[in-house]
Nanobody, 125 residues
Framework: QVQLVESGGGSVQPGGSLKLSCTSS????????MGWFRQAPGKEREGVLW????????FATDSVKGRFTGSQDSAANAVHLLIRDLKPEDSGVYYC??????????????????WGQGTQVTVSD
């Protein structure tokens, strides 16, 4: 079973930055589209960005556009999510996802087959 592994979460103050990473020992995460999602307590999992590993471009949702950026490191088999100007509402568990099944819905959690366990991001004073 393919397992993705996220890392880089933590507790930060508003205005800070974090770089989350996603890798796998069983799957080439830079071989296709990768999704990033987050889930706050009591809320549904929402897509925040998907990264096109072929072109190296990323597409953030409107709610985080301008603050969230995707990148990749093919040599390390890793994709990254850089989050700037963190806000308290950014708090939650962040997940990466792979193996996009429905290309017309890259921000939907229903579109991906493989998931990681998530990494916690907490933004507070």
């Amino acid at each position: 079973q393919v397992q993705l592994v996220e890392s880089g979460g933590g507790s930060v103050q508003p205005g800070g930055s974090l770089k989350l990473s996603c890798t796998s020992s069983q799957f080439r995460v830079t071989s296709g589209p990768m999704g990033w999602f987050r889930q706050a307590p009591g809320k549904e999992r929402e897509g925040v960005l998907w990264h096109n590993t072929r072109s190296g471009t990323s597409f953030a949702t409107d709610s985080v556009k301008g603050r969230f950026t995707g990148s990749q490191d093919s040599a390390a088999n890793a994709v990254h999510l850089l989050i700037r100007d963190l806000k308290p509402e950014d708090s939650g568990v962040y997940y990466c996802a792979a193996d996009l099944r429905y290309s017309t819905m890259p921000h939907s959690p229903l579109s991906y087959r493989y998931w990681g366990q998530g990494t916690q991001v907490t933004v507070s004073d």
